[in-house]
């Protein structure tokens, strides 16, 4: 019989700066507290936050979801402004954690269970140590990178030069082969102090009592199974992985006004008739690529709702900006564009409201840079996507949806020498049109809603997403 006078059991949360970890660690923190009936403190690493992130965070206060704001780091060092994204990253997240200790320590009681980290948060095994707190991961990309990064220091130890340069595909020990092209967008090795960073996250891994993915049985089946039963997971050893997605954002609050004039245009549309161009919260696009798209985009005569940032030669250069107000878009795109476009096209600056636009009836496909929660908020509402990957692991997840899941078709931004190369509007033009038009779209329209039905199921009571957190849950509320 539960004791109803006493305490919910209590676990944290610790995500790093980024849309991209913020947003699956908040939403298994939610569903920790209004599923399973627990306490949840929810640490926030302050530096390097964006208006997108903390409008996200005090959108809808939850009770037993506590938020608590780590104290920002000194940011005075001079190094910090040059820094690479990755390395930025650690050093945010290695400052901010300074203090953890004495943080969880001073938490209100009942002492906490667990704390769960993204794969960036991994200095805190000393202080949990001290504290007889048990750390798990939540690995917020695929369980094909999560595979890949699991495999990467027997590949470091193989594999002198840069992984791209490889003569034949990676092949993870269980899983499908890696094109040597789809690791492009990794940190390369030449990046000395961003590979260093990362590769030492990852080789943490095996440190952690288990490891969360935001995925399922139907969407990565090959990856999970690999990770459950190749011997070579094993002999890590591998610790437990629990498959719990999709967890992706509630509906967003549609607060301003273009957000507002956004829904208002697709609640016009036709059904299935609207591509969505977003290329995530950090991803951007060099100006002639740009002008490309919005030429592509023009000449297809489809409509669509183009989501505008600032050009740049860094593909990743919107990351610490994500959700702040952009210059007209006008000022980027061809001359006249947004008027010829006018009532079929909507072009909107910077950030579009995501959940709202993809949960949409009206939108028909998602032209998206394959981050994971894109990923998987476009599996989730059925729409098939154009992948266009841009950083990161995104090569690994755009072969993953176009060749083994089935949702997704291609852009080819990979010439015959293996070098990216800008995409000319007639091949944009005709993928658009193949994907909203044509039979192989509809096959990909289909393979999603497919998916959609059992992201739907997966995470209902007796679905195995459901169930498999209920069993951790219960494990920590068992323990003394």
Known sequence: ?????????????????????????????????????FQVT?????????????????????????????????????LLKNMKTVARLCYLVEQSIRPLRSILNGLKRP?????????????????????????????????????FALYLPTLDCKADGEYVDLPAPVKVPGCNPIQTQDLMYLVPKSMINEYQQWFMHVSRLPMVTGIFVNSWEDLESVSLNAVKHEPFFANIPTPRVYPIGPLTKQAEPVLSKYEKETIAWLDKQPKDSVLFVALGSGGTLTSEQLTELAWGLELSQQR???VVRKPSDCAISGYFSAGRDADDPKAYLPDGFVER?????????????????????????FLSHCGWNSTVE????????????????????????????GVAMRMPMVGEGGETVVVQRKKIESVVKAVMEGEEGKKLRRRAKELQASGRETLSRGGSSYETLARVAESWNIET
């Open 341 to 365: 476009t006018k009532g079929v096209g909507l072009v909107v600056s910077s950030w579009a409201p995501q959940v709202g636009v993809l949960s949409h009836p009206s939108t028909g496909a």
């Open 378 to 405: 476009s599996v989730k509402y059925g729409v098939p996507i154009i992948a266009w990957p841009l950083y990161a692991e995104q090569g690994i997840n755009a072969a993953l949806l176009s060749n083994e899941v």
């Open 1 to 37: 019989m539960v004791n109803e006078c006493a305490p919910k059991p209590h676990v944290a949360l610790l995500a790093s700066p980024g849309m991209g970890h913020i947003t699956p660690l908040y939403e298994l923190a939610v569903r920790l507290v209004t599923q399973h009936n």
């Open 111 to 147: 002492k906490v269970k667990a704390l769960i980290i993204d794969m960036f948060c991994t200095g805190v095994f000393e202080a949990c140590k001290d504290l007889s707190i048990p750390v798990y991961s939540f690995f917020t990309a695929s369980a094909a990178l999560l595979t």
């Open 42 to 78: 929810f640490l926030v690493i302050t530096a390097g936050s964006t208006v997108a992130q903390d409008s996200y965070l005090t959108a809808y206060p939850i009770p037993d979801l506590h938020i608590v704001d780590l104290p920002p780091p000194d940011m005075s060092n001079e």
């Open 304 to 306: 669509f709702v183009l």
